[in-house]
């Protein structure tokens, strides 16, 4: 009696290994969503404990990142132009692509005047009949021609710039019909840490360069700019580690599904594997505008060179918060009232300009153009001194 149970036990726990036990169990190989061979052919990895590998055959390991990326460059890829230009200047050779603060294209000082082409920056088209977004520093020399190389190698020469004085920004128009184009996401909702995918014209020569890396932080605000060009506050910018070499310039930067998540605006000069680029919902935001409008919104223009004086720097120097102007511009709104080189504006119609709260850009950047604001500034001979400013448009 006790052997039949010891035997029955045995077949009982032989059919559940088997697989082919009680329907409660319901382990039945004819029933499982995947066999053997195409687990081989997803995942293929080899190492200490799997044996050796016979002469002549390479090991493969297949990982989601890789997938992904494959699958974007293929879909997006075709959407992706080359930004040309074609100046007076020449003998540009193969070290144009100087780097000013955070990575603005800057090109030598002219030598001669022969007209030379040159590739310059990226872009992407976002409808058919040929409308490419880039960025606005890529296209501002308006005494240039620009062109565009489309993945496919064809040229078109652009025929209407539009530059977006709120961002760094332009809409350039060519005639085409059936482009292939890009599929716009939704920037407000990146998360830190998430996948990101850059694709551009590295250094203006190697097109349809790709470089992977994640959202290393959002929110950010930056100056961006060539030496002894001016330069731009930027806010609410995307910081990415996915690498944006000079030429990336107006690239998309992509999530894993192949959706325009942002514009590739310009990298830091003296740091590795931090780029930015501009939100995508600011883009379509400025889209919108301008194909209701058929033009941007001008943006309101005072007219000064600054730095915010943060909490720390001004309890070390005992000075106050603000905007210290380090340079401001002839025949400006700020000229024209009496702001001075050296002034820290504190508050602009009551309202305190911290660097925390985006600084005065982000104070300006809600006001119109003929606005009359009241700005409250110290000056180094410890006096405050309350100035009106109408605002005008900015210079294009």
Do not use: C, W
Request: zero cysteines; charged letters at 15%.
């Amino acid at each position: 009696m006790g052997k039949k149970f010891l035997t029955a036990i045995g077949i009982l726990v032989i059919l559940i290994l088997l697989g082919i036990g009680s329907g409660t169990l319901g382990v039945k190989t004819d029933k499982l969503n995947f066999t053997l061979p195409q687990i081989a052919n997803t995942l293929r990895i080899t190492g200490p404990n799997t044996g050796p590998v016979p002469a002549g055959q390479s090991t493969t390991k297949v990982v989601s990142e890789e997938s992904v990326t494959i699958d974007v460059v293929k879909k997006v890829s075709p959407a992706v132009v080359t930004v040309g230009i074609t100046t007076a200047q020449s003998n540009l050779g193969n070290q144009n692509f100087g780097f000013g603060p955070f990575g603005f294209f800057q090109s030598p000082a002219p030598q001669n005047q022969q007209p030379v082409s040159q590739n310059i920056g990226s872009g992407f088209i976002i409808k058919s009949d040929g409308l490419i977004i880039t960025n606005k520093h890529v296209v501002s020399d308006t005494t240039a021609k620009y062109r565009i190389v489309t993945a496919d190698n064809k040229t078109y020469d652009v025929q209407k710039i539009y530059r977006d004085p709120n961002n760094d920004l332009a809409i350039l128009k060519i005639n085409a019909t059936g482009l292939p184009s890009v599929e716009l996401g939704d920037s407000s909702s990146l998360q830190v840490g998430q996948f990101a995918i850059a694709i551009g014209t590295a250094l203006g020569e190697f097109r349809s360069t790709v470089t992977t890396g994640v959202i290393s932080g959002i929110g950010r605000s930056i100056t961006a700019g060539a030496p002894f060009q001016g330069s731009e506050q930027l806010n609410n910018i995307i910081q990415t580690s996915a690498a944006i070499n000079p030429g990336n310039s107006g690239g998309p930067l992509l999530n894993s599904s192949g959706q325009v998540i942002g514009v590739n605006v310009a990298t830091a000069s003296d740091a590795q594997n931090i780029g930015f680029a501009l939100p995508i919902n600011t883009v379509k935001d400025s889209i919108n505008i301008f194909e209701t409008t058929g033009s941007f919104p001008q943006k309101a223009y005072l007219g000064v060179q600054y730095s915010m004086v943060s909490r720390n720097l001004a309890v070390i120097n005992d000075i106050p918060e603000g905007a210290y102007i380090q340079n401001v511009v002839t025949d400006s709104p700020a000229d024209k009232a009496g702001v001075h080189d050296g002034d820290i504006i504190t508050k602009i119609d009551g309202q305190n300009i911290r660097d925390t709260n985006g600084g005065l850009s982000a104070v300006i950047n809600k006001k119109k153009p003929g606005d009359s604001v009241e700005l409250t500034i110290y000056r180094d001979t410890n006096e405050t001194i309350t100035i009106k400013v109408t605002l005008s448009e900015s210079p294009s």
